[in-house]
């Protein structure tokens, strides 16, 4: 891929947009409350003010490489 920047909007819009696709294909209820919850309203804050915190620290330790994406089984 690609060196692609995006602001933290553009990524955050990235991940619903993943998410919005997951869900059309597996109707998942987890999944359709998460996107409830992110949706944004008039104002530009999200329906559940904590997922916007919770999303500006997934951005801060990926950005300080704190998030490992491998493959870990668990017992």
Do not use: H
């Amino acid at each position: 891929m690609s060196n692609v920047t995006l602001t933290e909007k553009e990524a955050f819009l990235a991940m619903y947009s993943f998410l919005d696709e997951y869900y059309q294909l597996t109707k998942s209820d987890d999944i359709g409350s998460l996107l409830g919850s992110m949706s944004l309203l008039k104002d530009g804050g999200s329906v559940d003010p904590a997922i916007q915190s919770s999303w500006l620290k997934a951005i801060e330790k990926a950005l300080k490489s704190e998030t490992n994406a491998g493959l870990v089984f668990r017992k």
